[in-house]
């Protein structure tokens, strides 16, 4: 029970903050979210020492400190903490940069806005956790519903309801596409404990846990199995909006509350590639023989990634083109997913590049959110003249800009090395896409420094100074000294990531 | 007591000028560039004592220093200088101070502009001393961010902002074809993470390209040549990736193009040396020819241009493309004397191309425009800055007591030797005609400088100039010692021939 | 061994509980046709007695209210769904699962309370 501490911090704040919405009437809102972030924090602190003393552990040892009834469903091993961990960071920086939202913007339901948004991220620590398909899907609609409901919180704004209306239908679809997948995968095999799904499927071999449990083994090459795990790839394609599947995302992106997008920019995203490589990386990755998802989504990835960043550079709403952006990030992350023969480096660089992704996205969102909350618009031309305005805003963009499109000294560089060498190993030897992500990585520039551009170069119709405030303004130099902490702790960091993935290894 | 580690203290004063510098108050101007001036200065004084302390006739690397960093995949913070290096890492306080004494007249935007030069010198000085390449990466794509302001900020409104990303978008795209390369070198430069290195000496040791090899790759150590020289050939620039830099140059403000051109052109020069010829010897000798033609083709070109153009400043921005051209002939022959002739011709280049935008700059400042056909009859009126300008456009077009004589008939030489295999060297160039073509180059320059100086200072006064003022002493003080620096290397090349001489031995070695 | 007669044997249970329903059905419509007092009136051959008149433009309004009621009548349906399978367990289970249970109720009861508490209960 000690490993689900994350989990139980999240689920207190969410009934928290739901019993604080019964006598939260007006104003205040914004003290909760202070509230929140503070127990956030001491969750993170907490759950990094728990991380620690786990990776200290072992997987067996760990394993053994936890109820058999909960080890049958939840994953206890240090990548799960570090993931539900992760949940506690974005959720704490999101009560951060929502709380002028809530306090000034929001009229109705601001402390509902704080509760879906720590249920949400109990969404995502709980996909962290699952191993078993039932738990991993309930998880996944726990994060997916609460996302429905917060791109609507604007209820009087026409833009806001579309978003949340299409944000729904979309993804009640890809999840029945998903369910779908599974059910075939269940059929054909009798199990939905992953463990045994991944012996189950194309191993070749059961170890004993199979055999009690009476499950039919399958080959990886079954056509039937190919289609379920494409379903399920299809479904989590939806999810981290990967290219054909990211329809959505700019029009959720746009409409939905700005605090909104930023959370769902990274939760859900970071939701959806957990459950990729729970599933795809680590029970249907059969250890010979072909991947049967591989080529399929190598293609999507190099898509994904082009895609994002060409139509980034015609946009001129900064909620749009961070949307477009991060289309393209989840395409960057997607070449470390298809260099899993890289045992070494294929999941400490989609753990690196979560951790410098949350971080960078969260501060670049929170920019827009602190300039948005003063003048109430995302378009690029409000931007005129910021660095006269408000020099703290226009360099913190800066660096974000720098660290998303991977320019060092920042965290997005070392993720975006990482993933390269990925893909560069030579049991890899996928050349052409590590050309495709630098090429990208060049464009993404362009559109990134282009923001840079109106905030330095162009003179701006307004010259009055900004009042950034208190809790955007912390959760931007959080991210900051995070984007750029990471560089000298590098080391740290890489010691990290291997180390969650190398346990994870012998789930 | 450990040695004082004065290469760490290079690259760090000026960052930690920056901050200094952040935390006076906006309205202190005067405090802000006395303080950075004084940064600069200061390491200005510490790289003299570290070429003063370093011994001469040694070919390895001087002043090391070397501390574990990422021993997981095996990086580690790893600084040195050698011949090759020193010179280059002594220009760069001298450039940036000459630069900053000159931009005491902006009231722009003053802290930034400071604040960003003194990153800029960070970073460029870091790319001189790192030996190890993840260092080396990470201080070459810093130095693209500060330019990237000094031009779009400062530079010349409205078609700054289009050069400035130009200049970010070119060099990005060429340093992340580098990062490959770089990476695909690591990868095979060992057999496990903790055993591959990032480090140039060691990788130089292990030839990753070997290791490609034996994996069945055939073509893959070439590709990683040619994206390592594509990054290189970029910042320096070489035709055809030399887009970027007229733009760049005419767009930037006088400091910012004297920082471009006097330095940060040499960083690819100087990674062309440290990196090319040791890591891929083989693949080296095999695309010398071709390498010889773009830089040829440089030369020529660049030149031409730069004789069509109406624009002062991009006749000498035209004109670093033909002279950096010879850098990159120098490095192409794999000579020793071609090796020395392209670092003491970056050095050379240095002092002069600076003087150049210097005084394409005074010229600015006083009459709003740099197109060469308003001008005529200076010379009448602003005597002084009519004999500086004479005095440096000689020095550019390799006038004999200069140093671009000196530096371009080293390089010449050593193409000779390469193209014919006299001096006991291989003939990687296999012709003469290399070394003949580029002596019609300097005949070029001399044409295009001299026409220059006939059109701006000789023939009738204009008389939208009547009231032209002559130098400040400031000015004069900012010119004087590249002039005096220029004299001195043209008279007396032989400390600094000798002393870049065992480094470039050592490179020269590798593919000879 | 299967053959296709002890196949079809199987759906001889499938067939006998078919007529027995369908007979029990008949038997029941009787029953109950017999002993009720019949009183028609025009209403009664409606198809929805008490709900929405199926006739007329599809775009029919209905009262919002009725999905909140649905969503909590599901809620606690679902409630009952995992009660039931716990509760022929609670001994196996012992404190600890009565403390789960307790958990899951309470969460539930929140839920409960806090749409009591904004009003969605009444109905206006």
Not at chain 1, 452 to 468: D, K, N, W
Not at chain 2, 428 to 456: E, K, N
Request: hydrophobic fraction near 55%; include cysteine.
């Amino acid at each position: 029970m000690l490993f689900l501490f994350p989990e139980l911090i999240l689920c207190g704040l969410g009934l928290g903050a739901t019993v604080a919405a019964l006598f939260c009437r007006g104003r205040g809102a914004g003290r909760w979210a202070l509230y929140g972030f503070f127990v956030c924090l001491a969750g993170v602190v907490t759950g990094l020492c728990l991380l620690a003393y786990a990776i200290d552990l072992g997987p067996e040892a760990t394993g053994q400190l936890t109820p058999e009834f909960i080890a049958r469903t939840f994953a206890v091993d240090p990548l799960s903490l570090f993931f539900s961990t992760l949940a506690l960071a974005v959720c704490g920086l999101a009560m951060l940069f929502s709380m002028e939202f809530v306090e000034e913007v929001l009229e109705e339901h601001p402390a509902e806005f704080l509760a879906l948004i720590a249920f949400a991220s109990l969404g995502i620590a709980c996909v962290a956790r699952s191993r078993d398909l039932i738990t991993l899907f309930f998880s996944l609609e726990l994060v997916s519903i609460s996302g429905y409901l917060l791109s609507g919180m604007l209820r009087r704004e026409p833009r806001s309801l579309e978003a949340a209306l299409k944000y729904f239908l979309i993804g009640a679809v890809s999840s029945a596409i998903m369910l779908f997948g599974m059910s075939l995968i269940y059929g054909l095999t009798g199990a939905t404990d992953l463990r045994v799904l991944r012996d189950a499927v194309g191993e070749g071999h059961l170890h004993a846990v199979g055999q009690l449990a009476g499950v039919r083994m399958v080959s990886s090459q079954d056509p039937m199995v190919i289609t379920g795990i494409l379903c399920i790839v299809v479904g989590l394609g939806f999810k981290i909006a990967m290219v054909p599947f990211h329809m959505w995302c700019p029009d959720v992106y746009e409409g939905a509350p700005t605090p909104a997008t930023a959370f769902l920019s990274v939760g859900p995203k970071a939701a959806g590639f957990v459950a990729i490589v729970r599933l795809l990386m680590l029970t249907f990755a059969p250890s010979s023989g072909p991947v049967p998802w591989a080529q399929p989504v190598l293609w999507l990835c190099a898509l994904t990634m082009t895609l994002g960043n060409v139509v980034a550079c015609r946009q001129t709403n900064l909620k749009r083109m961070l949307a477009y952006s991060s289309i393209a990030h989840s395409g960057y992350i997607l070449i470390a997913v298809v260099s899993l023969g890289s045992a070494d480096l294929a999941l400490p660089a989609i753990v690196m590049y979560l951790i410098a992704y949350v971080l960078m996205n969260v501060g670049a969102f929170s920019v827009v959110i602190a300039l948005s909350n003063i003048e109430g618009r995302e378009d690029i031309h409000a931007y005129n003249g910021l660095s006269k305005r408000s020099p703290y805003l226009a360099y913190a963009w800066v660096i974000f800009a720098m660290s998303l499109a991977g320019v060092p000294p920042t965290a997005g560089f070392l993720g975006k090395l990482y993933v390269f060498m990925a893909a560069l190993d030579d049991r890899v030897r996928l050349y052409w896409l590590a050309v495709v992500g630098v090429a990208n990585a060049v464009i993404s520039v362009w559109y990134y420094f282009r923001v840079a551009r109106h905030m330095f170069f162009v003179e701006g119709v307004r010259t009055e100074p900004i009042r950034v405030g208190r809790g955007a303004g912390w959760a931007i130099g959080l991210s900051l000294a995070g984007t750029l902490v990471l560089v000298p702790l590098f080391p740290w960091l890489i010691s990290f990531a291997t180390s969650a993935a190398q346990v994870l290894g012998a789930w | 007591m450990a040695e004082f580690p004065i290469l760490s203290a290079l690259v760090f004063l000026p960052l930690i000028g920056a901050v200094v510098v952040l935390f006076i108050p906006r309205e202190r101007a005067d405090a802000v560039k006395s303080a950075s001036l004084a940064t600069v200065a200061a390491s200005l004084g510490l790289a003299a004592m570290a070429w003063a302390s370093m011994g001469l006739g040694t070919a390895g690397m001087q002043l090391e220093e070397k501390a574990s960093w990422i021993p997981q995949i095996g990086i580690s913070y790893h600084l040195g200088v050698d011949g090759i290096s020193m010179p280059l890492v002594f220009l760069t306080p001298l450039v940036t101070l000459l630069a900053l004494m000159y931009s005491w007249i902006v009231e722009d935007r003053v802290k930034e502009y400071f604040v960003f030069f003194l990153i800029l010198q960070s970073a460029m000085t870091g790319v001189f001393v790192a030996l190890d390449m993840f260092l080396f990466y990470i201080f070459w794509e810093v130095s693209l961010v500060p330019m990237y302001f000094l031009i779009g900020v400062w530079g010349h409104k409205p078609r700054c902002e289009y050069a400035a990303i130009k200049f970010f978008l070119y060099t990005l795209a060429g340093s992340v074809l580098m990062l490959l390369a770089l990476i695909a070198c690591w990868w095979y430069s060992g057999p496990t993470l903790g055993q591959r290195t990032f480090d140039l000496l060691e990788l130089a040791e292990r030839q990753p390209t070997l290791g490609m090899s034996a994996a069945g790759l055939a073509t893959l150590p070439m590709l990683c040549f040619w994206g390592f020289f594509i990054g290189f050939a970029i910042k320096v620039p070489c035709f055809p990736f030399h887009t970027w830099l007229p733009d760049a140059h005419v767009e930037a403000p006088t400091a910012g193009s004297v920082v471009l051109a006097g330095l940060l052109l040499k960083l690819g020069g100087y990674a062309m040396i440290r990196i090319l010829p040791t890591l891929f010897p083989t693949q080296f000798k095999e695309a010398a020819v071709t390498v010889g033609i773009l830089a040829l083709i440089s030369i020529i070109y660049g030149s031409l241009v730069a004789m069509a153009q109406p624009n002062l400043k991009k006749l000498i921005a035209y004109s670093s493309i033909g002279h950096m051209g010879f850098v990159t002939l120098g490095i192409a022959s794999g000579t020793v004397e071609g090796i020395q002739g392209a670092v003491f011709q970056m050095f050379s280049h240095g002092l002069l191309t600076s003087a150049l935008f210097l005084l394409a700059g005074i010229l600015y400042e006083r009459a709003h425009t740099y197109e060469i056909d308003r001008y005529g009859g200076l010379g009448q009126i602003v005597p002084v800055y009519c004999g500086i300008f004479v005095f440096i456009a000689m020095g550019s077009l390799g006038l004999p007591s200069m140093s671009g004589f000196v530096a371009e008939l080293w390089v010449l030489i050593g193409t000779y030797n390469a193209g014919t295999g006299v001096g006991g060297s291989t003939a990687l160039l296999g012709t003469p005609w290399f070394a003949y073509l580029a002596v019609g180059g300097i005949l070029l320059a001399a044409a295009y400088l001299l026409w220059t100086v006939q059109r701006v200072l000789m023939g009738d006064l204009k008389p939208d100039w009547a009231a032209m003022k002559d130098m400040t002493r400031l000015e004069v003080a900012c010119l004087a010692p590249l002039m005096a620096g220029t004299l001195w290397l043209g008279c007396y090349p032989g400390p600094l021939l000798a002393f870049i001489l065992p480094s470039a031995k050592a490179i020269s070695q590798w593919v000879i | 061994m299967w053959t296709a007669s002890d196949f079809l044997r199987q759906y001889l249970a499938v067939l006998i509980v078919g007529v027995v329903g369908a007979g029990l059905v008949g038997l029941l419509l009787a029953g109950s046709h017999l002993l009720r007092p019949a009183r028609r009136q025009p209403e009664k051959h409606i198809t929805y007695e008490s709900g929405v008149d199926p006739v007329g433009s599809m775009w029919t309004q209905s009262q919002v209210r009725y999905y909140v009621f649905a969503l909590l009548f599901v809620m606690f349906d679902v409630e009952a769904v995992f009660i039931f399978p716990w509760a022929t367990r609670l001994e196996a289970y012992g404190l600890f699962g009565l403390i789960e249970m307790g958990i899951f109720v309470f969460i539930l009861l929140l839920g409960l309370i806090y749409a009591w508490r904004k009003g969605v209960l009444k109905w206006v």
